[in-house]
């Protein structure tokens, strides 16, 4: 089936750096993939959608100059946290829609961020 | 804007035991419906979901769940649960056209072998 594969799977950066996160589809093309946020014991919240060639739509309270989110082809998002801080730590999960439709969506594994 | 809510934080199981995990969306309208689960360390995985047609949906690995319309419920079940579907059980709604997910905030189930 689709897989869909994100890089790193932990990240513990300094505060004030930035953070880059891959997402990518293994075996299909995506249009468009999702970034998700999960703080801990909550639930994973959309942060932005990635169209490809064009630019992220954010949802609301998102700050798009501090997730920059890149989408340069068919099978690659990524998403940069800039000057991240420790509030910024949580896990940020990508998904992309599989090809065949029937919400065929499949989610990367994770990546873990902790900003000291 | 439509809000799913699971009713319980952690499920603490013996092995054999039924499951029954709650989960309530807030949308009058037509909804896609589904369960994922997340297995420690690993990513989201589809365990069933509802579209359309029979309310009492079958899964993978032995869960099911039903659609109660009038109750906005979609709740998921297993008549015996094992020491391996230790993880973490997240409800998600679309509707029908939409293509983000809206998350429920999840329910850790643990079961003790």
């Known amino acids: 089936g689709a897989v869909v594969s994100q890089h790193p799977s932990r990240v513990i950066c300094k505060s004030g750096t930035s953070v880059k996160i891959e997402c990518r589809s293994l075996d299909f093309q995506a249009t468009t993939m999702f970034w998700y946020r999960q703080f801990p014991k909550q639930s994973l919240m959309l942060m932005a959608t990635s169209n490809e060639g064009s630019k992220a739509t954010y949802e609301q309270g998102v700050e798009k100059d501090k997730f920059l989110i890149n989408h340069a082809s068919l099978t690659l998002s990524t998403l940069t946290v800039t000057s991240a801080h420790p509030e910024d730590s949580s896990f940020y999960i990508c998904?992309?829609?599989?090809?065949?439709?029937?919400?065929?969506?499949?989610f990367g594994s994770g990546t873990r961020l902790t900003v000291v | 804007a439509q809000s799913v809510s699971q009713h319980n934080h952690h499920v603490i199981l013996s092995e054999a035991a039924s499951l029954e995990l709650g989960c309530n969306y807030s949308y009058g309208g037509t909804v896609n419906l589904f369960w994922y689960v997340q297995y420690p360390g690993q990513h989201l995985q589809l365990l069933l979901k509802y579209f359309s047609g029979d309310p009492l949906v079958k899964g993978i690995k032995g869960f099911e769940a039903e659609f109660i319309k009038s109750k906005f419920s979609f709740n998921l079940r297993k008549p015996s649960v094992q020491w391996s579907d230790t993880a973490e059980y997240f409800c998600a709604v679309t509707l029908p056209g939409g293509q983000n997910f809206v998350f429920g905030p999840g329910t850790r189930l643990s079961v003790l072998p």
């Open positions: 998904s992309a829609r599989g090809p065949g439709g029937d919400y065929g969506y499949t």
